[in-house]
């Protein structure tokens, strides 16, 4: 019950009520590992955090979200070799958990070429959602892969005909080297 609560309070934005109810939940239930990693995601204090969800992952080795958490923790602490295993675990227990391949790319920051493929990872796992394909347009554009940059902003449209980063990007690569021009430069 306590647990229900605690996630219904964490809901509706009264975290400090929330953690309250999340520490009785596991007074009753120490091993309760959704209510180690639900708290985790709510403290402050990045040791206390990290020490929830390892327990999380202690009690339940396969919680996708502890690994995430962990994992995000680890990267905004710049304990980046840690945050990466962490997220690659995460990818292994659930390979379409689209929010480990995006933090993976911040990871490995804007110029490291395997974003690429992480990022068109992300656009196969979200077929239907124009975001992924214009935001791996916006990245190929930045590295000057023009002609692919363009692909991906078509994709995003043809999902989403409206979508404002697709359209300004594609109106852009489009100005810039004329319709019919060769993009690979």
Known sequence: MHYNYANFLRDSARPELAKSHYH???KLWPTYASAHNNLGTLLSNEREAEQHFLAAIK????HVNAHYNLGQLYRKSNRSSESEH???????LEPRFTPAYIELAKLRGPNDRSISHLL???VELNPGDPYYAATLG???QEKRSH???LHYYWKSLRISPSHQEAV???ARLLRKFGQSHDFSS
């Open 86 to 92: 962490m997220l690659k675990r995460c990818i292994a």
């Open 120 to 122: 068109k990872q992300v």
């Open 147 to 149: 002609s692919e940059a």
């Open 59 to 62: 009690y339940s080795a396969d």
């Open 24 to 26: 009785k939940a596991l």
């Open 168 to 170: 300004v990007g594609a």
């Open 138 to 140: 916006r990245w190929l």
